[in-house]
């Protein structure tokens, strides 16, 4: 079985939140990205995964371009 998996940045909160959810009711599962308060994204990612998916939120400030390598990396291990 081949399982869909969607990428959202700023999943944490708003607009982004919103995709994530309507992704997960759909059965997708979802890698969402946060800025600052891992709280909040993780609590997202634990509702997420109550719906019954697979979620996970990794940290990426996408202002600063040399921090993509490590969630690149970081990105590879949670997949």
Not at 3 to 11: D, E, M, Y
Request: aromatic share 4%; proline share 0%.
């Amino acid at each position: 079985m081949i399982r869909k998996i969607a990428l959202i940045t700023g999943a944490s909160r708003g607009l982004g939140r919103n995709a994530a959810e309507h992704l997960a009711a759909r059965g997708i599962d979802v890698i969402g990205t946060y800025n600052s308060k891992a709280d909040e994204a993780h609590a997202v990612a634990a509702r997420l995964e109550q719906a019954g998916v697979k979620a996970a939120m990794l940290q990426l400030d996408v202002s600063d371009s040399s921090s993509f390598a490590g969630f690149a990396e970081r990105l590879g291990t949670t997949l």
